[in-house]
């Protein structure tokens, strides 16, 4: 049965102030286990979760859904940013993609600064720990830590937590908190009771990351970087069930932009008495919400990314005839050529040297090297000195619809000409 539970703080010496001195009575709250629960969804509620499932279905699935893995990469720079705590947001996806292209091309050392080289390396890292434990024969405690330590590879206190932690109110004590998540004592069974539930298959994906993330959040079971674990969680489930193949849908940056809603579905969640209450099924049932509809929108934005990524290689294609044309050669390159394969690599490989064209593209150096130069002359890609004898190719296009994705994310408006951005974001693109 879910409960709070009185506790008391002592008094500390250490507080800044009188107030942060003083002891006091403060509740934990106990949430019921996971794995066993019985769940109670009205049809109304039922039938959104099967058509926001195949919706996601429907994109995942798409033969457009390959662009998607380009604009979740970049948008898993918001998470690299907070975990590495680099000061100045304003770190710029074509900055990112050059320090990426350095990790495969040893030849590229310019055009990037250091914080740019660092976040490429989060990246990387939460992208090898989140792909690893969505592939995992079985989740555990082991596995979701290993995440929680790529996420926060600086932090001090790795583990499990051993002390009680709280939700807002002061840094000194829990007394006059917002939420204060379970005992310490309880995390390790609550822990091990939610990668049970993770490993089964009793509810439909969304629900069952929708309710693996609430329960995460509310037993808070590290001393710092919960909310970026618990958002990685959610694209685990998904992956892990087969609803999407990569983190392609960015449901944790629209939970963020509606943070009130997010935090008002969760506060729902955490219901008290038993779980076959009234109370717990309105409570739960308010929260799945909440997320479905949040699964919807991130739908609905990345379903408008590719769109414009498929109307940007259209006029690409145009670009590329007219060009061709002048040239007095054929004006659609033949199949399977290293031109009509750069084509369709591009929106996953914005930024690419004659080096990792080869290897991308399986073919000749010479032939990279030909349609890159094509591609540029064309005026589809820009040539940029990554190095003394070294030349990059940016589809600077692509970034720029990248960012675009990014701030309209974050606006509640999911348009930045009505709401500006909720959050720092990069800046508009210019021309």
């Given at each position: 049965?879910?409960?709070?539970?009185?506790?008391?703080?002592?008094?500390?010496?250490?507080?800044?102030?009188?107030?942060?001195?003083?002891?006091?009575?403060?509740?934990?709250?106990?949430?019921?286990?996971?794995?066993?629960?019985?769940?109670?969804?009205?049809?109304?509620?039922?039938?959104?979760?099967?058509?926001?499932?195949?919706?996601?279905?429907?994109?995942?699935?798409?033969?457009?859904?390959?662009?998607?893995?380009?604009?979740?990469?970049?948008?898993?720079?918001?998470?690299?940013?907070?975990?590495?705590?680099?000061?100045?947001?304003?770190?710029?996806a074509q900055q990112v993609a050059l320090a990426e292209l350095a990790q495969t091309d040893?030849?590229?050392?310019?055009?990037?600064?250091?914080?740019?080289?660092?976040?490429?390396?989060?990246?990387?890292?939460?992208?090898?720990?989140?792909?690893?434990?969505?592939?995992?024969?079985?989740?555990?405690?082991?596995?979701?830590?290993?995440?929680?330590?790529?996420?926060?590879?600086?932090?001090?206190?790795?583990?499990?937590?051993?002390?009680?932690?709280?939700?807002?109110?002061?840094?000194?004590?829990?007394?006059?908190?917002?939420?204060?998540?379970?005992?310490?004592?309880?995390?390790?069974?609550?822990?091990?009771?939610?990668?049970?539930?993770?490993?089964?298959?009793?509810?439909?994906?969304?629900?069952?990351?929708?309710?693996?993330?609430?329960?995460?959040?509310?037993?808070?079971?590290?001393?710092?970087?919960?909310?970026?674990?618990?958002?990685?969680?959610?694209?685990?489930?998904?992956?892990?069930?087969?609803?999407?193949?990569?983190?392609?849908?960015?449901?944790?940056?629209?939970?963020?932009?509606?943070?009130?809603?997010?935090?008002?579905?969760?506060?729902?969640?955490?219901?008290?008495?038993?779980?076959?209450?009234?109370?717990?099924?309105?409570?739960?049932?308010?929260?799945?919400?909440?997320?479905?509809?949040?699964?919807?929108?991130?739908?609905?934005?990345?379903?408008?990314?590719?769109?414009?990524?498929?109307?940007?290689?259209?006029?690409?294609?145009?670009?590329?005839?007219?060009?061709?044309?002048?040239?007095?050669?054929?004006?659609?390159?033949?199949?399977?050529?290293?031109?009509?394969?750069?084509?369709?690599?591009?929106?996953?490989?914005?930024?690419?040297?004659?080096?990792?064209?080869?290897?991308?593209?399986?073919?000749?150096?010479?032939?990279?090297?030909?349609?890159?130069?094509?591609?540029?002359?064309?005026?589809?890609?820009?040539?940029?000195?990554?190095?003394?004898?070294?030349?990059?190719?940016?589809?600077?296009?692509?970034?720029?619809?990248?960012?675009?994705?990014?701030?309209?994310?974050?606006?509640?408006?999911?348009?930045?000409?009505?709401?500006?951005?909720?959050?720092?974001?990069?800046?508009?693109?210019?021309?």
């Amino acid at each position: 049965m879910a409960e709070l539970h009185d506790e008391h703080w002592e008094p500390s010496f250490d507080g800044p102030t009188r107030s942060a001195r003083k002891g006091g009575r403060y509740r934990t709250y106990c949430p019921d286990e996971l794995a066993e629960r019985p769940l109670s969804i009205d049809t109304a509620l039922s039938f959104r979760a099967q058509e926001v499932e195949a919706g996601v279905r429907r994109l995942a699935t798409s033969p457009r859904s390959r662009c998607l893995e380009g604009l979740a990469r970049f948008l898993l720079r918001s998470e690299a940013l907070a975990s590495s705590r680099i000061e100045g947001l304003q770190v710029s996806a074509q900055q990112v993609a050059l320090a990426e292209l350095a990790q495969t091309d040893q030849t590229v050392t310019r055009g990037f600064t250091g914080n740019a080289a660092l976040v490429a390396n989060n990246i990387h890292t939460l992208k090898q720990a989140t792909t690893a434990l969505a592939a995992a024969p079985r989740l555990d405690i082991p596995g979701i830590d290993a995440l929680h330590h790529a996420l926060l590879p600086d932090e001090k206190h790795q583990g499990l937590r051993t002390v009680q932690n709280w939700i807002d109110g002061n840094d000194w004590s829990p007394v006059g908190a917002d939420f204060v998540p379970p005992s310490p004592e309880l995390v390790e069974p609550l822990m091990r009771d939610l990668a049970g539930y993770l490993n089964g298959g009793a509810h439909a994906p969304l629900v069952q990351a929708a309710l693996a993330h609430a329960q995460f959040e509310t037993i808070h079971p590290y001393t710092d970087g919960n909310g970026r674990v618990g958002r990685a969680l959610i694209h685990t489930v998904l992956v892990r069930r087969g609803l999407t193949p990569a983190a392609v849908l960015p449901i944790s940056l629209v939970l963020l932009t509606h943070s009130r809603a997010y935090l008002d579905g969760l506060n729902a969640y955490r219901y008290l008495g038993t779980p076959t209450s009234a109370a717990a099924k309105a409570g739960v049932s308010a929260w799945l919400a909440t997320f479905l509809e949040a699964a919807a929108a991130a739908t609905t934005q990345a379903g408008k990314f590719t769109d414009a990524i498929e109307d940007l290689t259209r006029n690409w294609q145009r670009r590329l005839a007219e060009y061709r044309s002048g040239q007095g050669v054929r004006s659609q390159p033949r199949a399977n050529s290293a031109s009509a394969k750069l084509l369709v690599a591009l929106p996953e490989i914005p930024v690419l040297t004659t080096r990792t064209a080869e290897r991308a593209l399986g073919v000749s150096f010479p032939a990279a090297r030909t349609a890159l130069e094509e591609f540029a002359e064309a005026g589809i890609l820009k040539r940029k000195q990554v190095d003394r004898g070294t030349t990059g190719y940016l589809a600077n296009e692509v970034f720029d619809l990248l960012t675009f994705a990014e701030r309209e994310l974050a606006s509640t408006q999911w348009d930045t000409r009505k709401v500006k951005p909720g959050r720092v974001v990069p800046a508009r693109p210019q021309g």
